[in-house]
């Protein structure tokens, strides 16, 4: 690899939020800036998507010595980085930033994770909502180290879908199984529901390395709970009424973003990627973790409410289309960011 004027760096191989990121960030650069695009990854979604739809993109594979050397002797990693040089590193992955300064004039952390603090090597950060920003802040970023750039989603629905027939409510969680989606919360809130309304039915959709614990959790509580392993979008969204994201910590929902572009309504707990989405809580009810309760009574509320629900899923639906979540005011911001850099 030689040099270039954009270089993507990331560690990660995990399916979820950051390779959608990666693959929508490169497809906006790749096809609407005359930048020369390269990317130092491991064999994962988003290098495969390079190679499939932009071939002449440089592909550098990060092995697992590469990644340790990126992480614990950065200073050598120009040398297992086959030469590369860059105007422009965007670091998805932040103890890679100080691997990163030995290739690039300047380092861009991109904070997928509401964590500033590991992207402390990095020139400027890009934060994904405002609040992310008021963290950053807190941590020590001033205002001309940090970026404000919500990541995009394009709606794929031209009208609102009709609701699904079936007369039983249905409400829905999906995600990886992991500590900070807090899916204990969601078989909590099943369960105290259906103590008061056993005709509502759960599903939780998704896998990872708490599955076990979960349906143990489930089974221990009496929550009747459709598990049912990663599945397609549009079969979820068909089928849910309610979605409930549980999550302690969501910088963008992309789960938000296709529930909210098919009208399904929506329950969330205050991360800093639901108050953006949800404005703060007037487009969809924001609801804190530890207030069981209030989630029970928001669901039963709305089930003997259809026109409330009706109305939620109405206001969802319009939300996502505005302006500030498409594709183009990204493509404006990004080129707008590109454009700004000092040249090589």
């Known amino acids: 690899m030689d040099s270039c004027d954009i270089l993507f760096i990331t560690s990660d191989k995990t399916e979820g939020g950051i390779q959608r990121a990666l693959i929508d960030w490169a497809s906006v650069i790749l096809e609407n800036t005359p930048y020369r695009f390269a990317a130092i990854t491991p064999d ?5 998507w390079l190679a499939d739809y932009h071939p002449r993109a440089e592909r550098s594979l990060l092995t697992s010595g590469g990644r340790i050397i990126m992480r614990h002797l950065p200073s050598l990693f120009r040398y297992s980085a086959a030469g590369k040089r860059a105007n422009i590193a965007f670091v998805h992955n932040g103890f890679a930033c100080a691997a990163a300064r030995t290739l690039a004039q300047h ?20 934060c994904l909502t405002p609040k992310s920003i008021l963290l950053a802040k807190q941590q020590g970023w001033t205002d001309d180290r940090l970026i ?3 990541h995009y989603h394009d709606c794929r629905y031209d009208s609102l879908p009709v609701s699904k027939a079936d007369a039983s409510l249905r409400v829905s969680a999906a995600g990886r199984f992991v500590g900070k989606k807090n899916f204990g919360l969601f078989i909590s809130i099943a369960a105290a529901v259906q103590a008061q309304r056993p005709d509502i039915c759960f599903t939780l959709a998704g896998d990872g390395p708490e599955g076990a614990s979960l349906k143990n959790m489930a089974a221990q509580i009496g929550a009747k709970i459709d598990f049912t392993g990663w599945t397609d979008m549009d079969a979820l969204t068909s089928q849910t009424d309610i979605f409930i994201l549980p999550s302690t910590d969501e910088p963008f929902g992309y789960v938000l973003a296709e529930m909210m572009d098919a009208g399904t309504a929506i329950l969330s707990t205050p991360t800093s990627g639901a108050d953006y989405m949800l404005d703060g809580g007037e487009i969809a009810p924001l609801i804190e973790a530890d207030d069981v309760d209030k989630w029970v009574q928001t669901i039963l509320g709305l089930a003997d409410d259809p026109d409330a629900l009706a109305g939620l899923r109405d206001q969802i639906f319009s939300h996502i289309r505005k302006p500030h979540f498409s594709r183009q005011t990204f493509t404006e911001r990004i080129t707008s960011l590109l454009d700004s850099q000092p040249a090589r």
């Open 44 to 48: 994962n979604r988003f290098s495969r």
């Open 107 to 126: 380092v861009i952390g991109i904070c997928h994770n509401d964590k500033p603090a590991h992207f402390g090597a990095a020139d400027q950060l890009i």
């Open 148 to 150: 404000l750039l919500p």
